[in-house]
């Protein structure tokens, strides 16, 4: 076209798609719903921003959009579920100027009432047709800006299987999906911008502008994702969100208008609406739970079925207790609530009535009502209340279970219980209570001496609630204690503890023991002083120097129990030109100590099963379990060619890639996905099929605008997923792994039959009789329901599609299936032992030096610029309790993984000295100020993002090695202690010159034992 015939064009498109405000009507100068997804190329005279390729964008998506006859021009603010922006009054848009849409809602969080169509003209070629399925851009665009939004107080989310929702980003062509290296930047379903410029430029008056496509690697991956299922991220047979689940692991959220839009699109659920608040550091927190109040009246002591109620944590008393006694049909007038913690009164909260339920400590748990009695008396006396109902310096203490027959076996010995998830909690408290110097420390109340009200955050609470909290553990007239103030109080000053989701026992260590510092400074006011480099002095005067600075600002006595020196050694690589060396003393709270090396830690390993196509002399088996290791910035293509290499005459280009979830095909892999994508306990399954053209099977189900339209004829065959059932009582149970197939189109009904028998034999039977079965046509998503019966004998075409199908293998009812087939995902599963490693050996490579990486270089003050610098860290001054943590946890920017290594490590005698300077060696020679006797354990037992944690301590009293599993606690070995050596996590050592009278003689050297 001329530049004057696109003008044209512009202004038309223009003139059509931009509604005209009547006076009055609450219409803004925008677009029309159609084309509000385009609302960042909209400029803010109303009109299409001038930068030309934003423009062109504009111009190529709208010509879509009025092909396919979508949209409407509901105005803004009204319940658009079909992909317009709602923006309220002053709502910032993304040009960056202010709304100024006239509030005609209620409320903040109310729909505003429609605007009536006759307010203002509508184009009849947009309105005229309802919105057909929209094809994945057109999703991607309308929904990915929406959750690039940050949370806002008060508003409403819902919360999305993140399963289901990897799914649908891999279907719309996220860009998340891909491979770093391979990820394009910007709109990830775009046509190279210039080249598109270049046609219009070129193209004749008459020719039509291709839309764009995008080529996918394999057409398994091309399935529209089926219905919403929510039903994993609850309790079974219940609404309750499952405590264990994590964001971005187990659930995405999803605001209001997208979760609209995507319910609209694919239906499901169940729904989980949650609401935004701020917690007190100011932050906006989804609240993922409330609070499960059990409600108990006076009147009815003894029912089996109390009401349950669920309140805000932000609820206020008053407004909480009003709302359960019109439920109950109760005069609030009449009631008195009380905090029915562990079934027994404790806080009468008729007091803190204008107070939060959360103030008040109050969580899933019993509440009372204590109905007034006839004569105007109450049934419960105050001066009957228990002597243990409130000890805390608050009001809401902690509460101790039992009473003079719960007695612990020994002082000390008492559990903790679980107030939801707070194993990791748990677990290192019981082994900071075993620190002799820690506990004497607070239980004498020699705190009060050096207590900091004006501490950062905590203002001296943390180590008030700390204290009290030792006092009922020590106490030794109770056998478990409920740390509920404690708990509260780290909740108030660190918010990734305030909710119920499973954390970190060493990152609660590390609060909680940074807080004590901070609570208990005889510092008051910090001076500002500069770190200092050791620039060719003597280790002795340097160190000295270093820990002298650190005392001016932090003189606790945890400082001196738990802070030792690290002698930090850095070095310009270059050595020729520059040769700069970097010496520093820093203090550390622990030690934290690899697993593997900083090259090994880049590197994730992939437990692959592979099916293979056919059995051979090199592989008998067709069924192999494949161990690789591949960096995480790597893709799914890389991924194969490192299995195919470890498995003779497996042809990479028949091989297709999935994961599978609960028996179930979840997901396609495309070779552009990245490995990023893939969790660590992820069940992949790679499958080589007999069609070298499997890449080029067309899905059935959609036929979109990237498809490539060659592709269509290049193979004979099509994929088909068959799933292991056997029908119980309501439906079919699946078994073993989905087996998959490449299959003629143009296959009779005998055929399949033929093809299925052989492939089960190879697979599964393994030279066995086939039990009675028979091929059902199932539907995706609906695998364990009723199908379509496939006649064995009928010479009838299958009737096979361009795509892929799913089908059922029927195993008769009364017979028993092959052995291999039930055992066969938890067997293939499981990934190969990893090789056991002493604590001595990973210590040893902890002060090895080593080249720092590419995303974390060094600044060379004289090089002027970042190197990939050699560093040392060596122990200089060691701490009376030394504390390492084993780094199983392993983040990287691409990946998230626990390491299930087995560490042997010493229960007495770890001798230091090799990984400490040689100056400082010089300097001591009493030998037991560098040996260690080992005092507690914090244990993980499970996987990445769940799993339980435990304590092992060693008490100060009687030298006994106690478990401590949340409530309970019990005696047990020192092999006991240590024949979990997956699970150990956070060793806790002390100094052999602090070990106590009950630990007995120390063995000799030469006994130490691992």
């Not at 970042?866 to 060596?874: G, H, N, S, V, W």
């Amino acid at each position: 076209l001329k530049r004057s015939q696109r003008l044209g064009l512009f202004s038309n498109l223009f003139a059509l798609l931009r509604p005209t405000a009547r006076a009055g009507s609450g219409c803004d100068q925008r677009p029309c719903g159609t084309v509000r997804a385009l609302w960042p190329f909209w400029g803010p005279s109303g009109g299409p921003t001038a930068a030309r390729g934003g423009l062109l964008t504009w111009i190529r998506t709208t010509l879509s959009l009025l092909a396919a006859g979508g949209g409407d021009c509901t105005s803004v603010g009204t319940d658009d579920v079909s992909g317009g922006m709602d923006v309220g009054p002053g709502s910032p848009m993304p040009n960056g100027s202010v709304s100024k849409v006239p509030a005609t809602g209620v409320e903040s969080g109310h729909k505003t009432a429609p605007v009536s169509p006759s307010s203002r003209p509508v184009p009849s070629a947009i309105a005229s047709t309802p919105e057909p399925m929209l094809n994945p851009l057109e999703e991607y665009r309308k929904v990915d800006h929406l959750m690039l939004q940050p949370l806002v107080e008060g508003g409403t989310y819902y919360l999305v299987n993140r399963r289901w929702y990897i799914e649908w980003k891999q279907w719309v062509g996220h860009p998340d999906m891909q491979s770093p290296k391979m990820r394009a930047m910007g709109d990830p379903c775009s046509p190279d911008l210039l080249t598109m410029e270049a046609s219009l430029s070129t193209a004749g008056a008459d020719s039509v502008m291709s839309p764009p496509k995008r080529n996918r690697t394999h057409s398994w991956t091309k399935d529209r994702p089926g219905p919403i299922d929510n039903s994993e991220l609850l309790e079974g047979g219940s609404s309750a969100l499952k405590k264990t689940m994590q964001e971005n692991s187990d659930y995405c959220i999803v605001p209001e208008d997208a979760w609209s839009m995507l319910s609209k699109w694919y239906g499901g659920g169940p729904t989980i609406r949650r609401r935004a608040i701020k917690v007190p550091s100011g932050s906006v927190q989804l609240e993922l739970h409330g609070i499960n109040l059990t409600v108990y009246k006076s009147s009815d002591m003894d029912t089996d079925s109390p009401a349950t109620f669920n309140e805000s944590k932000c609820t206020l008393v008053k407004a909480a207790k009003q709302s359960i006694c019109a439920s109950l049909g109760l005069d609030p007038e009449k009631v008195r609530v009380w905090d029915f913690f562990d079934k027994k009164r404790t806080v009468n909260l008729e007091s803190h009535l204008d107070e939060t339920l959360e103030s008040c400590r109050i969580d899933d748990q019993p509440v009372l009502l204590e109905e007034r009695n006839a004569d105007g008396t109450w049934p419960y006396d105050p001066k009957d209340e228990p002597a243990k109902a409130s000890t805390s310096f608050t009001g809401f203490g902690s509460s101790s279970g039992g009473n003079s027959s719960d007695a612990p076996p020994l002082r000390g010995v008492v559990g903790l219980q679980n107030l939801g998830n707070t194993c990791f909690m748990n677990s290192s408290l019981q082994c900071l209570s075993n620190v002799p110097a820690l506990r004497e420390f607070f239980l004498s109340d020699k705190y009060n001496e050096s207590l900091n009200t004006n501490a950062y955050k905590t203002e001296g609470k943390l180590a008030k609630s700390y204290a009290e909290l030792m006092k009922q553990m020590w106490a030794g007239d109770s056998s478990k204690v409920a740390p509920r103030d404690f708990k509260w109080q780290i909740g108030q000053f660190a918010e990734q503890f305030s909710g119920y989701g499973q954390q970190d026992s060493m990152e609660l260590f590390e609060y909680v023991v940074d807080g004590l510092k901070e609570d208990t400074n005889r510092v008051q006011k910090k001076p500002y002083l500069e770190a200092k480099e050791a620039e060719g002095r003597d280790d002795k005067v340097a160190s000295a120097e270093a820990f002298e600075s650190y005392r001016m600002r932090n003189d606790s006595e945890i400082d001196d129990i738990f802070v030792g020196l690290y002698k930090s050694v850095v070095k310009c690589p270059e050595t020729e030109t520059c040769g700069r060396i970097s010496v520093t003393f820093d203090p550390f709270l622990s030690g934290k100590i690899p697993l593997t090396s900083s090259e090994a830690q880049t590197l994730t390993t992939f437990s692959v099963t592979v099916v293979c196509a056919r059995s051979t002399k090199e592989r008998p088996d067709p069924l192999l379990q494949v161990t690789v290791k591949l960096n995480k910035e790597q893709s799914v293509q890389e991924l194969i060619a490192a299995v195919v290499a470890d498995v003779p005459g497996l042809r990479q280009q028949c091989c297709i890639l999935v994961e599978v979830h609960d028996k179930k095909l979840y997901k396609f892999f495309e070779d552009t996905n990245g490995l990023d994508s893939i969790r660590a306990d992820d069940f992949l399954l790679l499958c080589e099929v007999e069609d070298e053209n499997s890449a080029k099977w067309q899905d059935k189900g959609y036929s979109s605008i990237y498809d490539d339209e060659a592709t269509k004829s290049e193979s004979s065959t099509c994929g088909v997923v068959i799933y292991h059932r056997k029908k119980s009582e309501y439906r079919s149970d699946l078994y073993g792994l989905p087996m998959l197939m490449s299959v003629p189109k143009q296959a009779t009904c005998r055929e399949l039959y033929k093809l299925v028998l052989r492939k089960t034999q190879e697979c599964v039977l393994e030279g066995a009789d086939m039990p009675a079965w028979k091929l059902v046509r199932v539907r995706k998503y609906s695998e364990n329901y009723e199908g379509t019966a496939i006649d064995p004998e009928s010479d009838d075409p299958v009737g096979l599609s361009e795509g892929h199908e799913y089908m059922g293998l029927d195993w008769d009812p009364e017979a028993t299936l092959p052995p291999r087939l039930p055992a066969e995902v938890d067997s293939h599963r499981s990934r190969n032992g990893e090789p056991e490693r002493h604590l001595t050996d990973l210590l040893r490579m902890f002060v090895e030096e080593e080249k720092l990486g590419a995303d974390n270089e060094w600044y060379c003050s004289k090089c002027k610029e970042l190197k990939q610098a050699y560093k040392q860290l060596q122990f200089h001054h060691l701490p009376p309790v030394l504390v390492l943590q084993l780094k199983r946890f392993q983040y990287t920017r691409w990946s998230r993984e626990r390491l299930s290594t087995p560490i042997r490590f010493p229960m007495e005698g770890l001798d230091m000295s090799p990984y400490c300077t040689s100056s400082s060696l010089a300097d001591c020679s009493d030998a037991d100020k560098r040996t260690y006797d080992l005092v507690g354990v914090s244990k993980h037992l499970g996987g990445m993002g769940g799993g339980h944690y435990i304590a092992f301590c060693r008490s100060s009293l009687d030298g006994d090695w106690y478990e401590f599993d949340d409530s309970w606690a019990k005696k047990v070995s020192a092999q006991d202690v240590e024949e979990d050596r997956v699970g150990a996590y956070v060793l806790f050592y002390l100094r052999r010159d602090q070990r106590p009278e009950s630990f007995g003689k120390p063995p000799a050297p030469a006994a130490a034992t691992l």
